[in-house]
């Protein structure tokens, strides 16, 4: 019982290269979130979803794309990396109602 | 503008005292708070969470205040243990959108 991993652990990218973050989830959990972390700004929300096959934006989305195809996975993607978007991403899952997440250990991605 | 505040970047305490972490908040809309732990390179873990119907939660040592007039939340930890060093995330959610906030975070070390 894995609970939620992300894929990979650390990336280093140049401006303009595009990757995908892959956060998977073993709990069967219905909500799945992506934060970023950045010195002084706590985690901030840039997209969400609240089941297979949909999603929504959060606090700081642009430069990001989001799919949640399976229920178990949920994809971030940056189609063009900027040094701005240099940080460590978290995935975290919750349950229905319950408002308890459960985080991954992070992704730390640097852009030069 | 910062929906969820914590004005203390950090916090020492002697080992065996109380810990107090606060967190602000503006959004009358908000109805559920949470506490959460961070360790360096690890992912958040829950550690205590209050609804607005409560003014108070207590689990072991750990206790939430909730002071809706002021919007004021307060995390005591009794006694404090050098195993709490760790960085302490509010958070803060209207539970019809199940979209969360997060504060900046207040590391709390704790000394021996």
């Known amino acids: 019982n894995a609970g939620v991993t992300q894929t990979p652990k650390f990336r280093v990218l140049k401006t303009g290269q595009s990757m995908t973050l892959l956060c998977a989830q073993d709990?069967?959990?219905?909500?799945m979130y992506w934060y970023r972390q950045d010195p002084g700004m706590g985690l901030r929300l840039i997209h969400y979803s609240v089941g297979e096959g949909t999603t929504a934006k959060g606090e700081v989305p642009d430069g990001y794309n989001v799919s949640r195809l399976k229920k178990q996975n949920f994809l971030l993607g940056l189609e063009s990396a900027a040094p701005s978007q240099t940080s460590v991403y978290f995935c975290?899952?919750?349950?229905?109602?319950?408002?308890?997440?459960?985080f991954g250990p992070g992704t730390r991605l640097t852009v030069t | 503008d910062q929906q969820v505040k914590q004005n203390s970047p950090s916090l020492s305490v002697q080992e065996g005292r109380i810990s107090i972490l606060n967190c602000d908040y503006t959004?009358?809309?908000?109805?559920?708070f949470l506490w959460y732990k961070k360790y360096p390179a690890e992912g958040p873990t829950f550690l205590i969470s209050i609804s607005s119907i409560k003014d108070k939660n207590e689990d072991g040592r750990f206790t939430v205040f909730l002071n809706k007039s002021a919007k004021h939340l307060s995390l005591h930890i009794v006694p404090s243990q050098p195993g709490d060093s760790a960085v302490y995330f509010c958070a803060a959610s209207d539970s019809g959108t199940y979209k969360y906030i997060f504060g900046t975070g207040t590391r709390l070390k704790v000394l021996a």
């Open positions: 959004n009358s809309m908000f109805d559920y």
């Open positions: 709990m069967n959990h219905e909500y």
């Open positions: 975290a899952t919750k349950q229905g109602s319950l408002h308890e997440q459960y």
